[in-house]
């Protein structure tokens, strides 16, 4: 992809040129695929002087470096599959877990028929499931978005959709207020703000981006959606501090959203995959007091489809889409062994983050 096509990418989605003529460039990493910073600088959300990951931390499945037996999570229960629409978003945040941007296309984009089959293998096999969820990337890049919102809604499951809430959502608006007048508060639209600053979600998205991202979230809350917001908090600022600063902005720009309510704003702690943490041992739940059917593996699953793969396959994590350790097989039926937690998301997320994508 060029840098015309960038520029012309750019104006289609409502990224910012300097975003994209940063990230004009990639480069290879592991199984994955890194684009620069859209903009100069560090993520603001890094914790400073973080001591390195030792590099004999999670390399074996069954035990840890110190030699001891590694944790592992059982499927209790499928009550969330997830869906992850393609990589391709039209931003490029700094510490984007999943590398997403407008050139990553390590995940493309899942159809609808795809999408259905799963939903088919759910309801033949009584699996249960309460929630489906999208993400992406920008589910709203993949024009097969509304789609799949409404078989899923039309089949009577409660829907978490995620997204940035800018123009590729916008593009939109018409069939989303049909959706919500037909199935009301079962669809969810949960929207990413960084921060409750404008300057320093834009040092992590870019220039420009609080604006559309406000004017997004507050048409979705002026038309009576059921909405929610994905934020964080710097490495100096309490859980306390972060809902109280998002609360101050939810009541100035006379948005209806609960910040003491967990479901409604969600923070999440901060995910580098190259800072040290320490490694979930079988011992751990009981000196943590962590009970391992709380963990997002217990109870989720997420779809994707790898680029130049002839079909999707199901992960064992949001978070967790490129390691071959995790992908789990082509069907449910095949995804309901033990998770191994293998991995520093493992450890920093859920373990002792206490977070899971769903609420």
Not at 52 to 64: I, M
Not at 137 to 153: D, K, Q, T, V
Not at 231 to 238: K, T, V
Not at 315 to 330: I, K, N, S, V
Request: with cysteine; net charge negative.
């Amino acid at each position: 992809m060029g840098t015309d096509d960038l520029r012309q990418l750019a104006q289609t989605l409502g990224a910012v040129p300097r975003e994209i003529s940063a990230i004009a460039q990639r480069r290879p990493h592991g199984d994955s695929i890194i684009a620069t910073s859209p903009l100069p600088g560090p993520s603001p959300f890094l914790v400073p002087d973080a001591a390195p990951l030792a590099p004999e931390k999670f390399r074996d499945s069954l035990t840890t470096a110190k030699g001891e037996r590694r944790a592992y999570v059982a499927l209790d229960r499928l009550e969330t599959l997830w869906f992850n629409t393609g990589t391709l978003c039209n931003l490029a945040c700094k510490s984007c877990y999943i590398e997403s941007s407008p050139i990553n296309d390590a995940l493309v984009y899942l159809t609808a028929a795809e999408v259905d089959a799963y939903l088919d293998e759910i309801e033949r096999d009584g699996l249960g499931t309460r929630e489906i969820g999208f993400t992406g990337g920008e589910p709203f890049m993949n024009r097969e978005m509304i789609a799949m919102l409404e078989s899923c809604l039309a089949r009577g499951f409660d829907v978490l959709m995620l997204t940035n809430a800018m123009r590729p959502m916008r593009r939109f608006e018409g069939e989303l207020l049909d959706l919500k007048a037909r199935h009301g508060e079962r669809l969810t639209m949960r929207v990413s703000l960084d921060h409750y600053t404008r300057a320093i979600h834009e040092s992590e998205r870019g220039g420009g981006t609080w604006d559309k991202a406000i004017a997004g979230l507050t048409w979705l809350s002026d038309n009576g959606f059921s909405i929610a917001v994905a934020g964080r908090h710097l490495a100096d600022e309490n859980d306390g501090s972060a809902r109280q600063g998002y609360a101050d902005l939810f009541a100035r720009e006379g948005l209806s959203i609960d910040a003491t309510d967990p479901a409604r704003l969600v923070l999440f702690p901060e995910m580098d995959a190259t800072a040290d943490v320490p490694e979930i041992t079988a011992a751990c739940w009981g000196i943590l007091d962590v009970d391992p059917r709380a963990m997002m593996c217990a109870t989720s699953r997420m779809v994707v489809k790898h680029k130049g793969a002839e079909r999707p396959v199901v992960a064992a994590c949001t978070l967790l889409p490129y390691g071959a350790d995790f992908q789990m097989g082509e069907t449910l039926a095949e995804a309901g062994r033990d998770i191994a937690l293998n991995h520093p998301h493992c450890a920093r997320f859920c373990v002792l983050g206490g977070a899971s994508c769903s609420a």
